[in-house]
């Protein structure tokens, strides 16, 4: 009952924003937070050898609709001078060029190739034709990014709720037949926090990718409530019990510091409010702890787990209270990911250029090289990727890998004199090395650098 109020509430809520924003020209600001954290088992099955159409997939329609009425310039490929165009753009063409060859290779074999080829062409190619025709301003894509962050400081807070008391009100949004991989996990006694990404490890993903986002709009405008919304990035990263995200939160922070920061007025100002949301998360858990023992084992055995990761050696079991199953599954979370890289290994022996095939894992066609302890070692089947560089070479081999480099390098070149686009470059290649690839938050720095190219909309 109660998932069949969430759902029809939300999706009237969200029809009627639909409408108002296309009709007040403002479907960009709605458009790009549904497609960064709407959920894709929200939407209508048709078959399973297509894809779902998901609520996202229903507004890139409506947007590219939008788009052909409220463009401000047209993209007409016979009038491009190539010649002129300046040479780091054609590693964005390759970028696509390749992986529409790499998935065509198996088209014919395996229908989530085909659904890949879509999404590449459909969901990224077009959009970044239809925002290149929209010619957003400064102003509007400063707009843009403040809904982003708004949305994300939602799931933030929900996220921090869902952990605590188990309390899944996305759970109401799913609309399919098909089953889609959804991964609960329990960690030091909590559920782990995930909302509509499917998976803590992306959760904590897409915190660490809005965090950029979150540091620019506190700088840029100076205003207290974006340190309150860092103050829940942080606590949401360490409900998701993702030790990589909160390993990458303190690289973030410093290559912020260091390499953002240039002046000793703006360093002072980031150090005076990064001294107060730090005691202010502390006292939080500090207090939260003290009440109810199983928050305190849960921060204080978050603690000693990420320290484990840098060469310590706590008990995680040490402190679990009663009704507790300890620390959980997947003690040695670096090693589970970089034993994933063995993947490639096996899969150059096969098929090297094209690799396997989109979904190769879900086919379990994918071998890992594990320790199984006791001195026993085997390849195993796999049935996840948790590190981007594996998933590309696994599914779309050298041919596809060489893709996603050519856009990563095209992103690198274009973001030149620009400190926070180099973050949020730093931000995803980190990202890279906890789960498999976020395609819609890439697409979302190319965005925000190719409007910063076009329109001189320097995020700095």
Same mark, same amino acid.
């Not at 050898?49 to 052909?68: A, G, H």
């Not at 088209?107 to 459909?122: M, P």
């Given at each position: 009952?109660?998932?069949? !109020?969430?759902?029809?509430? &939300?999706?009237?809520?969200?029809?009627?924003?639909?409408?108002?924003?296309?009709?007040?020209?403002?479907?960009?600001?709605? &458009?790009?937070?549904?497609?960064?954290?709407?959920?894709?088992?929200?939407? +209508?099955?048709?078959?399973?050898?297509?894809?779902?159409?998901?609520?996202?997939? #229903?507004? %890139?329609?409506?947007? $590219?609709?939008?788009?052909?009425?409220?463009?401000? @310039?047209?993209?007409?490929?016979?009038?491009?001078?190539?010649?002129?165009?300046?040479?780091? $753009?054609?590693?964005?063409?390759?970028?696509?060029?390749?992986? +529409?060859?790499?998935?065509?290779? %198996?088209?014919?074999?395996?229908?989530?190739?085909?659904?890949?080829?879509?999404?590449?062409? *459909?969901?990224?190619?077009? =959009?970044?034709?239809?925002?290149?025709?929209?010619?957003?301003?400064?102003?509007?894509?400063?707009?843009?990014?403040?809904?982003?962050?708004?949305?994300?400081?939602?799931?933030?807070?929900?996220?921090?709720?869902?952990?605590?008391?188990?309390? @899944?009100?996305?759970?109401?949004?799913?609309?399919?037949? @098909?089953?889609?991989? +959804?991964?609960?996990?329990?960690?030091?006694?909590?559920?782990?926090?995930?909302?509509?990404?499917?998976?803590?490890?992306?959760?904590?993903?897409?915190? !660490?990718?809005?965090?950029?986002?979150?540091?620019?709009?506190?700088?840029?405008?100076?205003?207290?409530?974006? !340190?309150?919304?860092?103050?829940?990035?942080?606590?949401?990263?360490?409900?998701?019990?993702?030790?990589?995200?909160? /390993?990458?939160?303190?690289?973030?922070?410093?290559?912020?510091? /260091?390499?953002?920061?240039?002046?000793?007025?703006? @360093?002072?100002?980031?150090?005076?409010?990064?001294? !107060?949301?730090?005691?202010?998360?502390?006292?939080?858990?500090?207090?939260?702890? *003290?009440?109810?023992?199983?928050?305190?084992?849960?921060?204080?055995?978050?603690?000693?787990?990420?320290?484990?990761?840098?060469?310590?050696? *706590?008990?995680?079991?040490?402190?679990?209270?009663?009704?507790?199953?300890?620390?959980?599954?997947?003690?040695?979370?670096?090693?589970?990911?970089?034993?994933?890289?063995?993947?490639? %290994?096996?899969?150059?022996?096969?098929?090297? =250029?094209?690799?396997?095939?989109?979904?190769?894992?879900?086919?379990?066609?994918?071998?890992?090289?594990?320790? &199984?302890?006791?001195?026993?070692?085997?390849?195993?089947?796999?049935?996840?990727?948790?590190?981007?560089?594996?998933?590309?070479?696994?599914?779309?081999?050298?041919?596809?890998?060489?893709?996603?480099?050519?856009?990563?390098?095209?992103?690198?070149?274009?973001?030149?004199?620009?400190?926070?686009?180099?973050?949020?470059?730093?931000?995803?290649?980190?990202?890279?090395?906890?789960?498999?690839? #976020?395609?819609?938050?890439?697409?979302?720095?190319?965005?925000?650098?190719?409007?910063?190219?076009?329109?001189?909309?320097?995020?700095?």
């Amino acid at each position: 009952m109660f998932n069949s !109020i969430v759902l029809c509430t &939300f999706s009237i809520t969200l029809l009627l924003a639909n409408i108002y924003c296309f009709i007040k020209k403002k479907y960009l600001y709605l &458009f790009i937070p549904c497609v960064l954290f709407l959920p894709n088992y929200y939407g +209508i099955e048709f078959s399973s050898s297509l894809p779902l159409l998901s609520v996202t997939r #229903m507004m %890139y329609i409506v947007f $590219y609709i939008y788009t052909f009425i409220n463009k401000r @310039r047209d993209f007409v490929i016979k009038e491009i001078d190539f010649k002129k165009l300046p040479k780091e $753009y054609y590693l964005l063409f390759g970028y696509f060029i390749l992986r +529409i060859i790499s998935n065509l290779y %198996y088209v014919t074999t395996y229908g989530q190739a085909l659904k890949t080829l879509l999404v590449v062409i *459909f969901e990224q190619l077009l =959009l970044l034709v239809a925002v290149y025709m929209l010619a957003p301003t400064k102003a509007e894509m400063i707009t843009m990014i403040k809904a982003v962050v708004w949305a994300a400081s939602f799931l933030f807070v929900v996220g921090v709720i869902e952990s605590i008391n188990e309390f @899944r009100p996305f759970d109401g949004l799913y609309t399919i037949s @098909r089953n889609i991989y +959804i991964l609960f996990y329990y960690r030091l006694g909590l559920l782990r926090a995930q909302t509509t990404m499917m998976a803590p490890a992306l959760y904590g993903n897409m915190c !660490i990718l809005i965090l950029p986002l979150i540091l620019y709009l506190y700088d840029y405008l100076r205003e207290k409530k974006y !340190i309150v919304i860092a103050g829940l990035d942080v606590l949401a990263i360490i409900h998701s019990g993702s030790r990589s995200d909160m /390993i990458f939160l303190f690289m973030v922070i410093a290559i912020y510091f /260091i390499y953002v920061l240039k002046s000793k007025e703006r @360093r002072m100002f980031f150090v005076k409010h990064f001294v !107060i949301v730090s005691l202010a998360l502390l006292s939080y858990m500090g207090i939260a702890g *003290f009440y109810n023992d199983n928050l305190r084992y849960y921060y204080v055995g978050t603690a000693k787990s990420v320290l484990n990761e840098v060469g310590f050696d *706590f008990d995680l079991d040490e402190g679990a209270p009663v009704n507790t199953n300890g620390f959980g599954g997947n003690y040695n979370g670096s090693v589970s990911r970089t034993r994933q890289f063995t993947g490639m %290994y096996y899969v150059a022996q096969i098929n090297p =250029l094209f690799g396997l095939g989109s979904g190769a894992q879900t086919r379990r066609q994918v071998q890992f090289y594990w320790h &199984f302890g006791n001195g026993k070692d085997g390849w195993i089947s796999a049935t996840a990727y948790d590190v981007g560089w594996v998933e590309i070479f696994c599914d779309e081999g050298l041919i596809g890998m060489l893709g996603l480099c050519s856009l990563l390098v095209f992103m690198v070149v274009k973001s030149r004199g620009d400190r926070f686009l180099v973050l949020s470059n730093v931000c995803y290649l980190l990202s890279m090395l906890s789960t498999g690839n #976020m395609y819609s938050f890439l697409m979302l720095y190319v965005v925000l650098i190719m409007n910063r190219s076009y329109n001189e909309c320097q995020l700095a």
